[in-house]
């Protein structure tokens, strides 16, 4: 598929996807999020696609859901169609792991998105902000659900009914992002970041990735059983008899995916 909305390289196992809607500061209109979830598609279909990374500009990692595309729709309009869902159900399916590479603006849709991602690494220019109350909504797609999760009430609430931005340092006191960097540096950190992951085993890394998530939406106790039980069947791969006989040997394993 031609992209128009995002621009997509893959190397080294690694599918990078870049936001392109310079205009527009990536405001995340359908065509966008509907091209993301085709690029995620494929690059879980890829067997040379191991990790993905999404990214914006340097200004903007994304300035929201696309303003102008929502001001004059009805309540019908976005109920009846379920607005952006099918689209987040796109990038949230993908088993791959997905780093979202945060640079300048992540606000509304833009933080949210950056939030379906299984980590956030930031430039120290990056912003993060819920500011759907100044338009007279609140957040929609993990805004004010995600968000908690991951900061806390206090932050959350501060952030969403406040509508402040959130800069790169307290982003990552708060646990919204796992690290920052100079912005000059952001990809080549994010990029590294996803090559060391697809040098593991994709098994375990699949794994993990399930787990951590469902220990989100789990009460502990089947958060932890369920993790057990991923752990044990992990024994079931010849990549754990690699994993642990080349420790054992004192040599770099080789994963087979198997
Ligand atoms: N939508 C559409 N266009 C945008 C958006 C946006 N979210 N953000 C920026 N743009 C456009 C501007 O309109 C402008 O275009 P033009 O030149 O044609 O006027 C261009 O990008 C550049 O923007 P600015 O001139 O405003 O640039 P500044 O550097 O002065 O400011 C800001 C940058 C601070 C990022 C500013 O543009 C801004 O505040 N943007 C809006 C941020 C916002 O409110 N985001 C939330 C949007 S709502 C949302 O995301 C809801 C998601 C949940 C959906 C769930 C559905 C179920």
Known sequence: MAYKNIVVDIEDYVCLIRLNRPDAMNALNLDL?????????????????RVCVITGSEKAFAAGADVKMMAEKSFVDVFASDLFTSEEAAITRVRKPIIAAVSGYALGGGCELAMMCDFIIA????????????????????????????????????????????????????????????????????????????????????????????????????????????????????????????????????????
């Open 123 to 258: 430039a120290d220019s990056a912003k993060f902000g819920q500011p759907e109350v100044n338009l007279g909504v609140m957040p929609g797609m993990g805004g004010s659900a995600r968000l908690t999760k991951l900061v806390g009430r206090a932050k959350a609430m501060d952030m969403a009914l406040t509508g402040r931005m959130m800069g790169a340092e307290e982003a990552e006191r708060s646990g919204l992002v796992s690290r920052v960097v100079p912005a000059k540096k952001l990809i080549e950190e994010a990029v590294g970041a996803a090559r060391k992951i697809a040098e593991k085993g994709a098994l375990s890394v699949m794994a993990i990735k399930e787990s951590v998530n469902r220990a989100d939406e789990m009460p502990l106790k089947e958060a932890l059983l369920f993790e057990r039980r991923l752990f044990h069947a992990l024994f079931a791969t010849e990549d754990q008899k690699e994993g642990m006989n080349a420790f054992m040997e004192k040599r770099e394993p080789q994963f087979r995916d198997r």
């Open 33 to 49: 999020l509907q091209e993301l979830g085709v690029a995620l598609g494929e690059a879980q279909k890829n067997d040379k696609v």
